[in-house]
């Protein structure tokens, strides 16, 4: 058979189809887990799914000072730009963000609701969670006080503005190793999806420390926020997994009760519960 016969030319367009393909799928391939979360390894999607909707929402948050209105990233300059792309939703409350998804970008919630002086021991911001986020929370407060368990809102919502300025703060006082342990850079905390609530109470003056999980605050909620759609985000001696060191003060809404009791009798982190939920 000579090179320029009919079945040789299809053979040659058959490889130079495989060749194309493959260097296609090179292009498109997802990135993978950051080496502290090795959890799952997250396989490139390999069919065409609603990616370009999920792309982060651009919108200039109300009342911001023109420099920063302007601006249209608030990532920690050492940020990597090529991260894991979840399927979810950027509003939907099973959402994962974590140290190895892609930026939220300047995504605010369109849902945010103020909790009010009753609820939250801060105004503004921090006094802020989405909306049903914020009516199941001011169910749960009723709910401990009914058990005589005092619990506020210390830190709700987060723009990715204020979220550069938190970490930043915590790598001028504690150098990045141990910023990136306490504290997520802009863009990927589950503070800037108006769904995470850092809650406190009397027992330690309201302050965020590991010890407020002995508490008899800590106590109830690790028994009872599940009933609202609270689950704990950074479980203790789960740190490579999450990627965050122990919080018991940071509670994460994700929708209903029914969820939050399937996530706990699951057993798994919430990065590897919320992977498998679409994400
Ligand atoms: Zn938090």
């Given at each position: 058979m000579t090179p320029g016969t009919p079945r040789r030319r299809a053979a040659l367009a058959v490889l130079l189809f495989v060749a194309v393909a493959l260097a296609s799928f090179g292009c498109f391939a997802v990135n993978f887990p950051?080496?502290?979360?090795?959890g799952r390894v997250i396989e490139p999607r390999r069919t065409p799914g609603p990616k370009q909707s999920l792309r982060p929402q651009r919108r200039t948050p109300p009342g911001r000072p023109t420099a920063t209105s302007t601006s249209t990233s608030c990532e920690y300059?050492?940020?990597?730009?090529k991260l894991y792309v979840p399927w979810?939703?950027?509003?939907?409350?099973?959402r994962l963000t974590a140290k190895n998804t892609e930026s939220l970008g300047t995504y605010i919630p369109s849902d945010l609701e103020d909790l009010g002086s009753s609820y939250s021991i801060r105004s503004g911001e921090p006094g802020m969670l989405r909306r049903e986020a914020a009516a199941s929370f001011r169910k749960m407060v009723a709910a401990a006080a009914a058990d005589g368990v005092t619990i506020r809102l210390v830190s709700g919502y987060r723009s990715c503005w204020t979220q550069r300025v938190v970490f930043q703060n915590h790598v001028l006082t504690m150098g990045l190793e141990q910023a990136q342990r306490f504290s997520a850079r802009p863009g990927q905390s589950e503070h800037q999806l108006g769904l995470a609530a850092d809650i406190g109470g009397p027992s330690t003056g309201y302050s965020l420390t590991q010890s407020f999980g002995d508490t008899a605050e800590g106590t109830w909620l690790r028994h009872n926020a599940w009933n609202f759609g609270f689950v704990l985000s950074y479980p203790n001696g789960k740190e490579k997994t999450?990627?965050?060191?122990?919080?018991?003060?940071h509670w994460r809404f994700i929708g209903d009760w029914k969820l939050a009791k399937a996530f706990n009798e699951s057993g798994k982190t919430l990065y590897a519960w919320l992977l498998e939920k679409g994400n």
């Open positions: 950051a080496p502290e979360m090795p300059p050492d940020q990597n730009p979810q939703p950027i509003d939907s409350y099973l999450t990627g965050y060191a122990y919080e018991p003060w």
